[in-house]
């Protein structure tokens, strides 16, 4: 029969393509041209191999029996002539593994996490706008706890639950959102797309994810807002710098109001800039402006830093009383951003806030200061009462929809995500919807692991913090709170509390 | 005498094969022709150094009176001319070190541990099957801690016992074994071998290791049961995935039990498929299936996953009540899969069940979930009674036969180990009775070195666990279980535990 | 319309330089020439262009209309043919990034951190130097350990207050100073510049830093003091080591003294030389010498390490009694430097001394001794009552402002630099006063981020010590005080003390 | 004057040589050729510059006026032509750094500490003798925490004692001897060298170390012996494996006692043997053998283990009971050598033994055994009594003089080095007394930089544990006994204590 015909590889060799296709297994030869295209696992394994030895493929997916069962006896052509095969013939294979060039951003489609649309970004933006996202203070220690802090809170799941349907959406400030997470507000996203700030309020329509608008923002919010239809639910939150001339923030506040806009989120951590070293080494493109701000980029001695640059309005003297003053413009609610530690949490409660923001500004103010991850435990060690009292944000390090659910275990009402956002705009609109897929997607897998159904059945029980515990600060005392200098100090202090 | 000939190395470069083979120790030159084939260490260290210098390798083995002794003073033909030598000819001799070839398995018998299976796993396998196989949910903390926290426990040995014999046989479910190791249930093994779960049930058999079959196996339970002999004495075991669908799942519980199949693991930890996107980023075969759950690999926007794909049929909401159900389908054993604290374990306990086990999936479903070795610690903590109820076993990261030995002493009934089987495999039978006899080799001199010389005589103060300690959860309060949300929460969960 | 003629890239690519500039924006080709030189941003950025598509970096900044509102229309020259598109073409603007020459140092204004100093330091000074200066004893730990602990303390900044003024000012051994720093002495500055400690005392005078001037300096002190204005204000310390022969100390104390110093710094940490290994393996120039002490260069059998050779003149027997003898030789105030554990603090305080340094040396003499931060918090611990008794420094691994105010916060009168200065005197007195500017605007920015103008607002409350509080020394017992040799031993040296 | 003369940077680079020397300094060009052999900083570091501008490295040492005062004006040949400076010629000179070829030793006035005894061995012994030297039990991180646990023991200093005079002297069960060190007993010295355990010995001499010498040495004990003067004061310690033939061990014991020798060091951790990877995975020299053991290597399937194969005869079954035999068959001393646990030490103390040797065997036997060093305080808490009982040694890790004196002033007698002699034996003789050397002078500066003169003022005081207090065993009880299995098997145990 023709399984006694031994054919050279140097035959089979030329049976290689759609049109004309030989493949070997297990030493016989097939001619499956005609079969291929009908093949359940698609044609395009089958093409693959042809001309070539299909063996191990084959055999890791089918039982012996399959081919003969399937093709007609007349494609058996023959048996390999053993002694014509070669080195070169009997390699698997070649890969097309095509390498991306440099700026060439893959396709959407292979972009699965934040950490892809990260190195994306690192890759493909200009090194300057990346120099400005991806920079913080000084060494930098706490951007990267921010991030490792996550890692160190374990899951204690719970299992066999009915978990067949799981739901994300939550509620912030008032707002329903399709999952506990808002963009917290960032600078300049036209630096990394044309339609910046615009795409992402475009992209975060689906699932009504509010967007925290920077004062610092690349378009005014006006544009901003005006680029979605009118009747997209997803809401807008407004970030303000305090003006060190007042009444140019009252003016701003005004006509952010009257746009319909129901939140300010005021920033308190930056009365003066952190050091962004990796910023403040690449030159600034000087025609680089923030419409609502009027800043302007330039480069002096100290480098090109924007942050530093750009923040020159922003006042240093800000301080709690002047909440009254805020009240006084504004009659929407008030979120404190950038708090880090519990005292100060427990003051915005105190002084009637609506939420406060448990953040270190992504790591880019004071390198040092603690993940928003551990201020929040110190909250609910110290000042439990507070989550009663107004809505607890955290920010910073957050790249998992898993980070997002552990803050929700530990009382949090939402979580913000800044850079990420950033990054995804680097494909428009359509990366940030991509994204926030990416994490429900991530959300509802954690949730549905740990054995709850809603974002209402979240509990700390379902996390352990045994990893991190002793670096969560207690009370008041200090166990180095003697000596000459401190003594008075620390009355002082506790006096202005 | 000859002594005093001066012979140039040119010369001695000469005589540099065994049928001709002239060595110099110390100066003098020797034709060692005749005696090298009797040389009690074997010829072939001495052909290495024919025509060369071999007083290094002889001086650091042999007195010097031993070649004058052994040889006849015609053997000794004068003494190296030593304005003739030469760097070149000075050089040691050659070493012999082939370089592997990609894809190319090095030989069983240089295969010592199960670290050196998965490195030539990794090299040799197709790049979807290792993805498949050695992937992780998300950032796969979990799969690598599951690993490192064998080396964190660490061993009180003691001394001055009898342990000329050491046995490490057991008992696992009524079933003896040689050792306290059952093969975890694992997808697909055909994917690195032709044989796949046939061949592991075949290397199994000498020491009796059970098998766990998982639904997701590359062949019908009844072939992998066909394929060893009717008295093989080892067991198997059945994993199952509870079907959406439970009819199916009934009529397949039914056909294994008819196979003589005593026990079953029911799965619990994957109501919803873990994030593995090693795996999501190779792209599937789409010819691949598995026969017993009828599932078929394929292609979508997100990716590739085959542990997701393949996964669609498995129940999200099969609770803690359907045990009955179980029950009422299954007259043998159940075993539930995939435990990860300790109130669950208890929940099991409590269930009637004959065994749990503790268990993380490899760290494939949730990252950041517990390495069994803690939940075990966690369960002799907060629930010591289970021990006395039910079998508790685990699986994750065990590489070592030591690594069994510690899980013995902190209570564990037996091991189980999965990926590490998949690679031994790739050596087809034979390579799992390799695989097995190393690890019982490892358990067994583990057992001698810390003192003990049988599987009764583990106990906790063989091992110090002290390192781990501070991570072990310990009774059901939350030190952050206080605030808005989570008040009520804790009351809905704590009732339904 | 022109912007209907199809212009080929070809042509476009001629017009590549700043006298006959065009560039495409979306698609729209413009001659820019005349407008580029009024750019508000700057030539620069359009010239990079020149013949190019500027399209990504004008839309980063831009508005669409921008262009057109600012150019006549008659600089419309066409659109780009888009069939004439080439990948080279299409390619981002080269950059010019020029690579510093080994030995070349970068332009002072580009030195933005301590790191960078000792970077450039390490790239540009001869190798003994870099040897002398960075090495440590053995195995680095100490030396390393030093930066790291500053890391381990975080912040707990307080926000909303004002801090529109930040004064950086206090005041050391009843000296007016810019920031609580001081120059640790450090020997032998004139290794890395020709003017070494005459540089860093003109590089100190503007913020009145204090210079710690070493026994073993390059230069004489009455040359280094005669090197500034009489008028200035920085103060000089002189840095004892006593002489083997004391009637040598005497006399230079005396001299010292006669020039106006009144505080010495006597160090106790170095009766032996450490093993600066790295020291020891670079040959050492013989033609080195320190004229204050008169000690030379030289190598012998074990190597070349400058600070043993050099330091032999050293008193290894120098004890607390002959703080009487140097009272009698010295009407200032005196300070030791090189305490390493709390004890000895207090027994400074007991003796009577004017101030405390809690050293390590840099790590340079005793491997695994505690960084000097950890020294503190051992102190405020177990002898609160010395920081109202005498001023306590801290030196060693201090690289920002920001670990300034930590042992500011932690009761620290100031803090001291030894390597850093020598690093930046590789620029000369310029070098000096632009790293003193960094650390003093680092300090403020700190001092702002935590919310407090001045420095006696310190308080321990501003840092969480957390992670390392585990390693500070309690008490004077020992949980391991017991065994045969020890009992007895523990008596003797408690008897000591 | 000569000064005004301009020569090119060509002709000044002519005079290049030793024998017509010119130089440039501050761009004038001197003749040095006379000067230059009576320079005191050596005439080497001149020639180097000759031809070229020496101004860098001379102003790092000198002052200007040093060269006009001591150079007769004729030497003055002119000044530099600004204009013929070319980049090369501006250069600094070219280093002279001779590459180490594989296999060459440098020179051993270069080799300043053990790690560069282990590195020089690592590139200059036989690939199968740095793999039988350096393995240890499968992962090795039992080997590599011994290193790391000593740099985790920090240093309390005391300072201001007087430290003229440090004696490192001490006493190893009744021998005087120059520092508490011994060396470890190591099997086959000759594998690095021709005259291995000889030369150990012969380099101990001089401070009197004590040798252990194993059963398993390249040469008989008597040869060792011989190799050393008779009236050598330094000591034979003879390390004893039960032989599973008592008779032979009873002769064995005989003969080294009839030698001389007054203390046998039993090995109670090596019942079996620990698996060394890199050990098996090279083949070994079957020619190779021990006199004393008469052990013979070979390869078999597992592979070339010299420590596995040769070990064969040792005993599995010697607990106890037995060393009421040995003390029968030996009237010498006894320490038992490889106890891990202060049960054990407790034993050894009960037995009336004279000392015991804390050692996991170099991490040779079982991977995750404590560092000697914990057990060291595992013994101080638990019983301290044992200290005046018998000597108590550790070994494994110790690098470092600073590494004995943490171990002696945590209660140990002496410590002991196994590797580290075999590494220094790689250069003979006078390797292993400069290594000796070494360790004395590094002991010696550790003494007086924390304190004290002579070792018996040792005393915990002076170190932290408080790094590793946390992992030091406390007690009978475990947290995790408890369980089914445990219950009774703890009972057991402890009944066999």
């Known amino acids: ?40 696992g698609g044609g395009e394994i089958i093409w693959k191999h042809a001309g070539r030895d299909a063996s191990t493929s084959y055999n890791s997916i089918h039982a012996p029996a399959v081919l003969p069962t399937n093709l007609d006896a007349s494609k058996l052509k023959g ?60 060494d930098c220690y706490t951007r ?23 739901d994300t959406s939550s509620q912030i400030l008032g707002h329903d959102v399709g999952l506990p997470l808002f963009v917290s507000p960032a600078a300049m996203a036209r630096m990394v797309h044309p339609e ?24 005014p919010i006006d544009e901003i807002i005006a680029s979605v239809p009118k009747d997209a639910k997803h809401p807008f939150f ?16 005004k006509h952010v109001r009257s746009l319909g806009v129901d939140t300010v989120f005021v920033t308190v951590d930056a009365p003066t800039p952190g050091k962004r070293e990796a910023d403040e ?33 922003i006042a240093p003297d800000f301080t709690w009383d002047e909440f009254k003053w805020l009240r006084k413009h504004w ?20 002084a009637g806030l609506d939420g ?32 009663s009292q107004l809505e607890v944000f955290v920010d910073g390090g957050v790249r998992r929809g898993s980070d997002i659910l552990k803050c929700m275990c530990l009382g949090a009402t939402a979580v913000g995500m800044g850079r990420p956002f950033l990054y995804a705009v680097n494909y428009g609109q359509e990366g940030v919807e991509h994204f926030i897929e990416i994490l429900k997607s991530e959300l509802a897998t954690a949730m549905a692991l740990v054995g709850i159904t809603d974002l209402s059945q979240c509990h700390p029980g379902l996390v352990s913090t045994l990893d991190v515990d002793h670096l969560v600060s207690r009370g008041e005392g200090h166990p180095y709170a003697t000596g000459r200098r401190l003594g008075s100090v620390v009355s002082t202090v506790k006096a202005r509390l």
């Open 356 to 387: 406060v923001l448990l953040s270190n500004h992504g790591g880019r103010n004071l390198d040092c200061s603690p993940p928003a991850i551990m201020t929040l435990l110190e909250c609910q060690l110290n000042c439990p009462t507070i989550f």
């Open 1 to 40: 029969m023709a399984e006694k015909t031994l054919i050279s590889v140097e035959e089979i060799s030329k049976h290689n393509n759609a049109d004309d296709c030989w493949i070997v297994v297990d030493g016989k030869v097939w001619d499956i041209t005609e079969f291929a295209p009908q093949h359940p």
């Open 79 to 138: 048996s390999v002539d053993p002694g014509t095969i070669t080195e070169e013939w009997a390699k698997p294979p070649p890969q097309k593994t095509p390498e991306l060039k440099l700026h060439e951003k893959p396709g959407l489609e292979t972009v699965i996490n934040a950490l892809d649309f990260e190195r994306i970004a690192e890759r493909t933006i200009s090194k300057k706008t990346w120099a400005f996202y991806s920079s913080a203070d000084t």
């Open 144 to 166: 990267d706890r921010n991030k490792e802090f996550f890692s160190r809170i374990w899951w204690r799941p719970r299992l066999l639950r009915d978990v067949h349907t799981v």
């Open 196 to 219: 910046g700030e615009k795409d992402i309020a475009r992209g975060c329509i689906a699932n009504r994810i509010p967007q925290g608008v920077s004062t610092n923002a690349s378009f």
């Open 238 to 253: 407004f970030q303000l710098y305090v003006n060190k001339d007042r009444s140019k923030s009252e003016a701003l506040l």
């Open 281 to 313: 080494r690449v030159k600034a493109d000087e025609g680089l402006s923030t419409p609502m701000s009027g800043a302007q980029a330039k480069n002096d001695k100290k480098g090109g830093g924007l942050g530093r640059v750009m923040g020159g309005y």
């Open 331 to 350: 009659d929407g609610k008030i979120v404190a951003k950038g708090v880090q530690c519990w005292q100060d949490a427990k003051m915005c409660a105190d």
